[in-house]
């Protein structure tokens, strides 16, 4: 599994960072870790989670593959079952980097 995290020097770009990010916030998101090729629903519905977790459980039976999801849901989206909840992106990060 690969990261990629964008790491910006604050002292250079801190005023710039403020003003794009000042009202930002995320509300909701799926994120999936397999050993197999697999992408999310995209966040166009109310149910994408659900949606995203369905297919996923069928992949697994497919693929004979393993997988799990991580989702972050501050907007009350359906969840589906088998996702681990998380509250912020830092919990995430911390899931996925297993700490």
Do not use: C, W
Request: aromatic fraction near 6%; charged fraction near 20%; charge should be negative.
């Amino acid at each position: 599994m690969e990261l990629k995290v964008l790491a910006v020097p604050t002292e250079v770009f801190s005023s710039l960072i403020t003003l794009i990010l000042n009202g930002m916030k995320l509300m909701s998101g799926v994120v999936t870790v397999t050993d197999f090729p697999f992408v999310p629903e995209p966040g166009h519905s109310n149910d994408y989670v659900k949606t995203t977790m369905q297919r996923l459980s069928k992949a697994q039976g497919i693929f004979n593959g393993k997988g799990k999801a991580y989702v972050i849901n501050n907007e009350g989206v359906e969840e589906g079952e088998g996702a681990v909840k998380v509250s912020n992106v830092e919990e995430l990060v911390e899931k996925l980097m297993g700490k």
